[in-house]
């Protein structure tokens, strides 16, 4: 996201970085054919997935596409992909994107190095696109950013939440009108599309665990509770623009930043797993693409599978 808020490339970001996630693949057991219900299967003839960090999943092996959006084949989109066997996937998904990137390209870098640009994300649809799938608003309000920012050495430190939370709430409320746009332009540009808007999951436990997760108790509450207002208004807005929402806290309870290595779906400050810091990993990535197909009435063993 630029120190991670707007890329691959920030401070939290270079630990472990492309080589440290080079094998970490390893010990995931690939997973059965899927079936699909009908009615997903005829929504996914031409599937653009659109979003940010998220939803592209850095440092999971393998990467695609543009080495600085932290594409990966193992992301949900392409699980997902999988699952309903589309005829068409088309990714797009880029770490560091916010809503500005969906209509207007996007400056890329690795290590602060100019790495290209990314075309604006909705370029990728048609009007024969059948099914999208939409993760973004993490680096609108900057959460990663400000997560950085409220880690604690000392547990008798203040807390960051008196700093951060009415900075945090006027982002939120300002993201709401902006995704709402970017709807509006999904359904201008494939008004046949069934679009599906992902929230975010939970990234750490009520009370958090310092000092495994170096934030304090107070601090972990309130950055996810932050992370659960951004949700409310992505589940807000897909309601008034007819798109669908997935909830994404509920089937990550158990299987946050603060849990071992093997039940973990978000990563934490320091990876145990191939994944940035404060993102999913591969099998975070599993088990979202198990809930949005869900949510399109489907079946979905995916390939990583979810732990």
């Known amino acids: 996201m630029k120190r991670l808020r707007h890329g691959v490339t920030g401070v939290i970001g270079r630990i472990g970085l492309w080589g440290a ?5 390893a010990g995931l057991a690939a ?3 899927v079936g699909t219900a009908a009615t997903a299967r005829a929504a996914a003839g031409e599937y653009v997935a659109l979003g940010d960090s998220m939803a592209s999943g850095p440092l999971i092996p393998d990467v695609t596409g543009p080495v600085a959006c932290g594409r990966s084949t193992h992301n949900y989109a392409h699980e997902l992909a999988a699952a309903l066997d589309v005829a068409v996937l088309r ?16 400056s890329l870098s690795l290590l602060g190095v100019p790495a290209g640009t990314a075309p604006p994300q909705l370029d990728a649809l048609t009007a024969g696109t059948t099914l999208v799938t939409l993760t973004i608003g993490g680096n609108d ?10 880690v604690r050495l000392d547990p008798t430190a203040t807390p960051c939440k008196g700093q951060y939370a009415d900075q945090v709430a006027e982002r939120t409320r300002a993201f709401e009108p902006k995704l709402s746009a ?3 332009g999904i359904r201008a540009r494939s008004p046949q599309a069934r679009v599906v808007v992902t929230g975010y999951g939970l990234y750490i436990k009520p009370g958090g665990c310092w000092p495994a997760q170096p934030v304090l ?4 509450d309130f950055l996810q509770g932050a992370v659960n207002a951004m949700n409310a208004v992505i589940a807000r807005q897909a309601a008034a623009h007819g798109a669908t929402y997935v909830d994404l806290v509920t089937p990550s309870a158990g299987h946050d930043a603060c849990q071992p ?3 973990r779906w978000i990563e934490g400050y320091v990876p145990l797993n191939a994944a940035a810091p404060l993102h999913p990993n591969r099998s975070g990535e599993a088990g979202y693409a198990v809930a949005v197909a869900a949510a399109l009435g489907a079946r979905a063993g995916a390939r990583a599978g979810a732990r």
């Not at 309000?141 to 409220?150: F, P």
């Not at 108790?217 to 972990?220: E, F, H, K, S, V």
């Open 182 to 184: 970017v709807l509006d």
């Open 31 to 33: 997973g059965a054919a």
């Open 21 to 25: 996630a080079a094998g970490a693949a």
């Open 261 to 263: 290595a093997s039940r």
């Open 217 to 220: 108790p107070a601090d972990a």
């Open 91 to 106: 990714d797009v998904t880029c770490s560091g994107a916010s809503t500005r990137h969906m209509t207007q390209p996007q």
């Open 141 to 150: 309000v900057g959460l990663v950013g400000v997560a950085e920012d409220c």
